[in-house]
């Protein structure tokens, strides 16, 4: 393909960048063609940074958001080209999230004097290791690329604003013991046995329900893995319980950490990573005329997400996208074509 | 070399049996030499099954006693040919048991009338999986040849009996619960939460102490491992602790299974092997007159040793010899001479 077409309507243009296969780390082909498509829009000026692409307006306007998505794709499940059957299209990107692509697409071309100045960012690498993300990179070497007062990032939400996102944080609970022939059981000290109290305290805990903006973030905090033992003779003398807290938007990672320290207080708690959660900023007057023209009920998200990389800017962000996110990452992915007709007309408005 | 020395004290007969290599599986020289000594003794008839001697007296005595070996050993630990310094000899094979072996080869040539009958075994793959075990398959093939009163296994104890041996059980306790995402834990159930209570009975269970024949066999109930966890950010749907149980060898394997189910009621206990353990019989007279001769307090044996082979045959048995025990399977193995010595005349008293 030479070039994209950005007049076609959104659906058809999903089907089209849905066509051009962009597995991450093979983007390239894709992301020239968007490069392509809007140095060719005279109200854009457009940057790129590896195969990311970021586009903006500068009409001086007093706020400035932020739409953005990501352009490649999980592994095909031999669902390519794609396929559009009663009012769905069905394929490898269709939901996760090149129906989000299309749509900023379509703003980014056919909206030469939004109400607020807009900065489309396109990137890479979304759907593998976080240092790969071209959405943290961009971050790390340009974030002035990044700077607004309020993002919107198109991933799959069904066209419900799904506002910021939760935290998380993982640690290690190691218990420690001594060594023994389990013939001699008492000569030992079962560091197995001392991780009973760790899990029933954890089964034990309440996790806390924080509202923000309206949103209700509902916490967890569970063991995800444990392991200890040495054969099927020996009393182990260590054991390791894995955690895993997902928290609020408003605590710090600091403050995460001292939730779990707290909970586990004399154990050996070690904190083994954390990525801080996204606020979702929902009354800021951009984010409040966002969600009042989606016209329906906000919800927390509860997974991380890349917004968290524009709250660490100091942006509040919502995921808000036309996929259907439960078939994301599935042989079965589609998209229904309403939806996406439905998010064009709704962030038009709202930009309009 | 052609032929063993039955003429060489015990310290010395030692460290030739020990310079004959015998990693279990490589046993068939050292077998031939123990065949082709025992054959020549005149008071004796010699039986063999693989690498497997037996040899016995035929005296028509009102008892017959049976004194075991195994001619095997761990693998070489770069410590052959022997040395001897200060009283000890220092090699692989020395207190596991080739100095018990050397003992008993001894006593077979040199006591042509004892007061009761003898049967001495020398046998195969002891240090490795059990169905190779060469008493096993003699006791599978040729129960008649182990038959007697009681038996004296010759494994290190540090010249005192050590009665019988405990039973051991393996089970492995299955908690089932559903994954779900992390972010979203309250969707799920989480396994290793469950596994909590099952720590904690394990933890608060005290086990019994059981006396037999004098002996206090102290029990054990652990759990030697645990594993459960499916990734970073998911509810584990499952959960295994496995647990290990010594018991009494007043116990049969049903009643101990009894027991883990009874401390573990409500949980889905898999029972995944079990080993009878060993009575001592220290109330035989063969074994009383023993105990009394050796003249040290006996103690219970608490692991799994072959006794429990002649005690599934009906034999009472006890360990006895002159090993150190806490030395066996290390490089630095040795044992004192002092003690083979000891051995042997005590061995010979009670024969005599």
């Given amino acids: 393909m030479d070039s994209l077409d950005l007049s076609l309507p959104a659906p058809e243009l999903t ?24 140095s060719d829009v005279p109200h854009l000026s457009v940057d790129r940074d590896g195969d990311t692409v970021v586009a903006r307006t500068s009409l001086a306007r007093a706020e400035r958001v932020v739409v953005a998505g990501h352009i490649d794709t999980v592994l095909l499940g031999d669902n390519l080209p794609c396929r559009v059957e009663d009012g769905r299209i069905h394929g490898c990107g269709t939901t996760d999230m090149k129906s989000g692509v299309a749509v900023a697409l379509r703003l980014a071309a056919h909206l030469p004097a939004p109400n607020r100045d807009v900065t489309y960012v396109f990137y890479d690498h979304e759907e593998v290791e976080a240092e790969k993300n071209g959405l943290g990179r961009v971050a790390r070497d340009h974030a002035d690329w990044l700077a607004g007062d309020f993002a919107v990032l198109m991933e799959p939400t069904n066209a419900r604003v799904e506002g910021g996102c939760q935290g998380t944080l993982r640690a290690d609970v190691v218990l420690r013991g001594h060594r023994s022939h389990s013939a001699r059981s008492w000569m030992g000290d079962n560091a197995v046995h001392a991780a009973g109290e760790v899990l029933r305290r954890l089964a034990a805990y309440e996790a806390e329900q924080v509202e923000i903006d309206g949103l209700v973030y509902r916490e967890g905090l569970n063991a995800v893995g444990i392991s200890g033992g040495v054969a099927g003779n020996v009393i182990p003398d260590e054991c390791v319980v894995s955690v895993n807290y997902r928290f609020a938007p408003s605590r710090s990672e600091d403050e995460a950490a001292t939730v779990v320290r707290d909970v586990l207080d004399g154990f050996d708690v070690r904190v083994v990573d954390s990525a801080p959660g996204a606020l979702p900023g929902l009354s800021h007057p951009a984010a409040a005329a966002f969600v009042e023209m989606v016209g329906r009920e906000p919800l927390p998200k509860f997974g991380w997400t890349d917004v968290a990389r524009f709250s660490a800017l100091g942006v509040p962000a919502v995921n808000y996208g036309p996929g ?16 996406i007709l439905e998010c064009e007309e709704k962030m038009t408005a709202w930009l309009s």
Avoid at 18 to 37: I, N
């Fill in 15 to 38: 089907v089209v960048l849905c066509d051009v296969e962009s597995v991450s780390g093979s983007e390239t082909a894709l992301a020239d063609l968007v490069e392509s498509a809007l």
């Fill in 324 to 339: 259907e996110p439960s078939v994301a990452h599935q042989r079965e992915e589609y998209c229904d074509i309403a939806p």
